[in-house]
Protein backbone atom coordinates (compact mmCIF):
# COMPACT_ATOMS: atom_id res chain seq x y z
CA UNK A 1 0.00 0.00 0.00
CA UNK A 2 1.58 3.56 -0.60
CA UNK A 3 2.26 6.24 1.81
CA UNK A 4 0.67 9.53 1.14
CA UNK A 5 1.96 12.22 3.35
CA UNK A 6 0.86 16.30 3.83
CA UNK A 7 2.24 18.99 5.61
CA UNK A 8 0.26 22.46 5.88
CA UNK A 9 1.36 25.28 8.00
CA UNK A 10 4.76 24.38 9.18
CA UNK A 11 7.27 26.71 9.91
CA UNK A 12 10.13 24.00 9.51
CA UNK A 13 12.58 23.81 7.19
CA UNK A 14 12.52 21.84 4.25
CA UNK A 15 14.88 18.97 5.11
CA UNK A 16 13.06 19.11 8.63
CA UNK A 17 9.65 18.35 6.29
CA UNK A 18 11.75 16.24 4.15
CA UNK A 19 12.59 14.27 7.18
CA UNK A 20 9.18 13.82 8.39
CA UNK A 21 7.85 12.53 5.50
CA UNK A 22 10.26 9.85 5.25
CA UNK A 23 8.72 8.58 8.77
CA UNK A 24 6.52 6.25 6.13
CA UNK A 25 8.93 5.15 3.50
CA UNK A 26 7.64 1.86 4.36
CA UNK A 27 4.56 1.98 2.79
CA UNK A 28 6.08 2.42 -0.63
CA UNK A 29 9.44 1.47 -1.39
CA UNK A 30 9.65 2.04 -4.83
CA UNK A 31 9.60 5.40 -5.26
CA UNK A 32 9.53 9.00 -3.65
CA UNK A 33 8.15 12.28 -4.61
CA UNK A 34 8.17 15.34 -2.32
CA UNK A 35 6.27 18.77 -3.42
CA UNK A 36 5.53 21.63 -2.07
CA UNK A 37 2.22 23.56 -3.26
CA UNK A 38 3.10 26.85 -5.06
CA UNK A 39 1.17 29.65 -4.19
CA UNK A 40 0.32 28.56 -0.34
CA UNK A 41 2.56 29.20 2.44
CA UNK A 42 3.70 26.10 4.23
CA UNK A 43 2.10 23.19 2.22
CA UNK A 44 3.47 20.43 0.68
CA UNK A 45 2.82 16.74 -0.10
CA UNK A 46 5.14 13.45 -0.26
CA UNK A 47 3.89 10.38 -1.65
CA UNK A 48 5.76 6.96 -0.95
CA UNK A 49 4.60 4.78 -4.27
CA UNK A 50 4.38 1.02 -4.25
CA UNK A 51 4.34 0.28 -8.05
CA UNK A 52 2.20 -2.64 -8.36
CA UNK A 53 0.41 -1.05 -12.37
CA UNK A 54 3.08 1.70 -13.21
CA UNK A 55 6.40 3.23 -11.70
CA UNK A 56 6.85 5.72 -13.69
CA UNK A 57 3.59 7.39 -15.17
CA UNK A 58 1.80 6.54 -11.52
CA UNK A 59 4.05 9.16 -9.44
CA UNK A 60 1.74 11.82 -6.94
CA UNK A 61 0.84 14.39 -6.17
CA UNK A 62 -0.40 14.58 -9.53
CA UNK A 63 -0.56 17.93 -11.31
CA UNK A 64 -1.10 18.09 -15.26
CA UNK A 65 -0.46 21.55 -16.99
CA UNK A 66 -4.19 21.81 -17.96
CA UNK A 67 -5.22 21.91 -14.50
CA UNK A 68 -2.24 24.05 -12.48
CA UNK A 69 -4.64 24.45 -9.71
CA UNK A 70 -5.68 20.73 -8.84
CA UNK A 71 -3.30 18.49 -7.18
CA UNK A 72 -4.13 14.58 -6.64
CA UNK A 73 -3.41 12.19 -4.10
CA UNK A 74 -5.05 8.91 -3.89
CA UNK A 75 -4.48 5.17 -3.26
CA UNK A 76 -5.71 2.69 -5.43
CA UNK A 77 -6.18 1.64 -9.08
CA UNK A 78 -8.97 3.17 -11.67
CA UNK A 79 -9.75 0.37 -14.04
CA UNK A 80 -12.19 2.22 -16.10
CA UNK A 81 -9.42 5.05 -16.58
CA UNK A 82 -9.06 4.44 -20.62
CA UNK A 83 -13.11 3.91 -21.31
CA UNK A 84 -13.66 7.29 -19.74
CA UNK A 85 -10.57 9.21 -21.14
CA UNK A 86 -12.19 7.81 -24.44
CA UNK A 87 -15.86 8.15 -23.96
CA UNK A 88 -15.23 12.16 -22.84
CA UNK A 89 -12.42 12.71 -25.31
CA UNK A 90 -9.99 13.97 -22.26
CA UNK A 91 -6.60 14.67 -23.93
CA UNK A 92 -4.14 12.95 -21.10
CA UNK A 93 -0.69 14.77 -20.54
CA UNK A 94 0.64 11.36 -18.46
CA UNK A 95 -0.42 7.43 -19.30
CA UNK A 96 -1.20 7.45 -15.55
CA UNK A 97 -4.75 5.95 -14.46
CA UNK A 98 -4.75 9.08 -12.11
CA UNK A 99 -5.06 11.88 -14.27
CA UNK A 100 -8.44 10.64 -15.33
CA UNK A 101 -9.67 12.40 -12.00
CA UNK A 102 -8.66 15.15 -12.98
CA UNK A 103 -10.23 15.82 -16.06
CA UNK A 104 -13.87 14.54 -14.40
CA UNK A 105 -13.24 17.02 -11.34
CA UNK A 106 -12.63 20.09 -13.70
CA UNK A 107 -15.41 18.85 -15.83
CA UNK A 108 -18.31 18.25 -13.00
CA UNK A 109 -16.87 18.76 -9.73
CA UNK A 110 -17.80 17.17 -6.80
CA UNK A 111 -20.84 15.54 -8.59
Known amino acids: ?3 IWALFGSNDC ?18 FHFENVNGYTNCCFGFHQ ?3 VDQLFGMQPIRVKKYPYLWLCYNGE ?3 HKKLQHHFE ?14 LYDKGGME
Do not use: P, W
Request: with cysteine; aromatic share 8%.
Open 78 to 80: IYN
Open 90 to 103: FEYQTKGDGEIILH
Open 50 to 52: LAV
Open 14 to 31: LSVQCLSAMKIAHRGLDA
Open 1 to 3: MCG
